[in-house]
């Protein structure tokens, strides 16, 4: 059975084991280097003195005064003794001791347990220096180090108890809070936000959780709009072919004529069910992060030339004449995606613009421009166009036939390949652009 521990405990145990790991390691450098880098120090500062002594041994007034002084302050002896036996040493008295001690760095052993380092080295023709330092403070001082880690040990762990309570009660209570906002989430409760006012990574989840919560209503109001929008769309199509389906299976229209009518409407809302369907499903698979497409090389112009000749119908029905200027141009993409964008923006040209007018197409600071005349007049938040099942007002009021998805297509397979585009309104003109330059 796995063992639950608080954030407290975790922290508090964690607190510990630094605490005693830091005082153990203190403790143990203080074993088996400590004395070492005592040591080392105290004989760096007796080759300082001896290269003193050895400037001063001409000043023999001076090298009096700093022989007392260094005795004094750092309880460090200095023995001056003359091979010629011409000449009087300092502090020489118990020199004799020494008389044995090698040149250099010695550990000399006394009575009573003494311990002393000892440096011999001739600084002149005639003088040798002695210098003598008692190693003794080192051992006096490992039990009051001893003592000083305990001490340091408690009074470390009741700080970090203190601390840690705090600290994870700070985390613990931000935690809290975090997960009662994301269990409102989980049940599609977006009414309250997350506030957390420390400055660090729980502040940046915090931020986080909040901008996850709105993406996500946003995505379920669009997708209820959507489903709405599609609901109502479809709704229209199959009333219509409900009602002269029934009208033609009960034997009440009996005319010939009447009845061909009657098959020819419910074939077009049929015809215009499949479409809808069709965008739809593509529509859903287009929006996937992780939709891919294969990509080739083809002409736009060609490209442009085969949708124009697709609607001629309804160029001829309304008497449009199609003003190109655009040369040969080679692009790279999804030659069946890129047809869906011309199809949509040589149908929609076709039908938002009046009789007897010109669509133009052409190349403009690196932009492919669509460019005519339109019903819709001003419009001031021209990205809602981009939304499935918008249309306007003006192509409502004037019964154009369209699901509103077209331009919804166009955004999503030009954003699939990173062509910028965008719409004008100006003047009564619609002008559709995107750069496949970039």
């Known amino acids: 059975m796995k063992i639950k521990i608080s954030l407290f405990k975790k922290i508090f145990l964690f607190s510990i084991f630094l605490v005693i790991f830091t005082v153990s390691l203190s403790y143990i450098l203080s074993i088996s280097v400590a004395d070492t880098f005592y040591m080392s120090r105290r004989k760096n500062e007796i080759i300082k003195i001896k290269d003193n002594v050895k400037a001063l041994l001409k000043n023999e007034e001076f090298l009096e005064e700093y022989i007392e002084n260094i005795k004094d302050k750092e309880g460090i002896n200095i023995y001056i003794e003359n091979d010629s036996n011409n000449r009087h040493s300092h502090h020489g008295r118990n020199r004799n001791r020494y008389k044995n001690v090698e040149r250099g760095f010695q550990v000399v052993s006394l009575e009573n347990n003494i311990m002393l380092l000892v440096y011999k080295e001739k600084i002149s023709k005639q003088d040798i220096v002695l210098i003598t330092t008692s190693l003794s403070v080192m051992g006096n001082h490992r039990h009051e180090v001893y003592v000083l880690n305990l001490i340091t040990l408690i009074v470390a762990l009741g700080i970090s108890m203190i601390i840690s309570r705090i600290f994870a009660k700070n985390i613990t209570d931000n935690i809290k809070a975090l997960n009662r906002v994301a269990q409102k989430i989980s049940q599609l409760d977006f009414s309250e936000k997350s506030e957390i006012k420390t400055s660090d990574e729980l502040k940046k989840l915090s931020k986080s959780i909040n901008i996850m919560a709105d993406n996500i209503s946003s995505s379920i109001d669009g997708l209820n709009t959507f489903v709405s929008n599609a609901s109502h769309e479809l709704k229209t199509p199959i009333t219509v ?14 005319d010939d004529e009447e009845k061909k009518n009657y098959y020819k409407v419910i074939l077009k809302e049929s015809g215009y069910m499949n479409t809808l369907v069709k965008d739809l499903l593509l529509i859903s698979k287009l929006s996937s992060k992780e ?6 090389s083809f002409d736009l112009y060609t490209l442009l030339k085969e949708s124009i000749e697709k609607f001629e119908f309804l160029e001829l029905k309304k008497d449009i004449e199609w003003e190109i ?31 007897n007018s010109v669509i133009k197409v052409y190349k403009e600071d690196d932009k492919i421009k669509f460019e005519n005349l339109t019903y819709l007049g001003e419009v001031k938040e021209k990205d809602k166009l981009f ?17 509103g998805l077209g331009l919804s297509l166009i955004k999503r397979i030009l954003e699939i390949h990173s062509f910028e585009h965008g719409i004008k309104i100006e003047n009564n003109k619609f002008i559709f652009y995107f750069d496949i330059f970039r």
């Not at 939304?387 to 699901?403: H, K, L, V």
């Open 241 to 254: 072919i409900d009602t002269h389906a029934q009208l033609l299976l009960s034997g009440k229209v009996a």
């Open 325 to 355: 200027n655009l040369d040969k141009v080679e692009v790279i993409g999804n030659r069946k995606l890129m047809e869906i964008v011309f199809n949509n923006l040589v149908q929609n040209a076709l039908k938002y613009s009046p009789e």
């Open 387 to 403: 939304q499935p099942f918008f249309r306007g007002n003006n192509a409502t009021e004037m019964n154009i036939d369209g699901s």
């Open 291 to 296: 939709v891919k497409i294969k990509k080739e």
